[in-house]
Nanobody, 122 residues
Framework: QVQLVESGGGLVQAGASLRLSCAAS????????MAWFRQALGKEREFVAA????????NYADSVKGRFTISRDNAKNTVYLQMNSLKPEDTAVYYC???????????????WGQGTQVTVSS
């Protein structure tokens, strides 16, 4: 098990940038695949981005490719989501997730944070 705490959300205008952080507790953080998901009001949770435990493999939803970048610092037990060129449709609660297995399956992720709100105004 790993505990996850997200931070960095807020209210920004369209076109702005934000960087989300997810701090993890536990000595095995460096062995976990990590991901970001988001859930907009009235919609289902959706995959945003994922990164392998080595950091060498990443995967992105088509809607964020070229705008968002996921990265991790295993020495700091932290994963990041750099979000650029934000759009109103990026408004959602963003969740950090961890799991063991391939980064390409949403079923990999079985540890979840509480989420951080990102609101993008037009």
């Amino acid at each position: 098990q790993v505990q996850l705490v997200e931070s960095g959300g807020g209210l920004v205008q369209a076109g702005a940038s934000l960087r989300l952080s997810c701090a993890a507790s536990g000595r095995t953080f460096s062995t976990y695949a990590m991901a970001w998901f988001r859930q907009a009001l009235g919609k289902e949770r959706e995959f945003v981005a994922a990164i392998s435990w080595t950091g060498r493999s990443t995967n992105y939803a088509d809607s964020v490719k070229g705008r968002f970048t996921i990265s991790r610092d295993n020495a700091k037990n932290t994963v990041y989501l750099q979000m650029n060129s934000l759009k109103p449709e990026d408004t959602a609660v963003y969740y950090c997730a961890a799991g063991s297995g391939t980064i390409y399956r949403t079923s990999t992720y079985d540890n979840w944070g509480q989420g951080t709100q990102v609101t993008v105004s037009s």
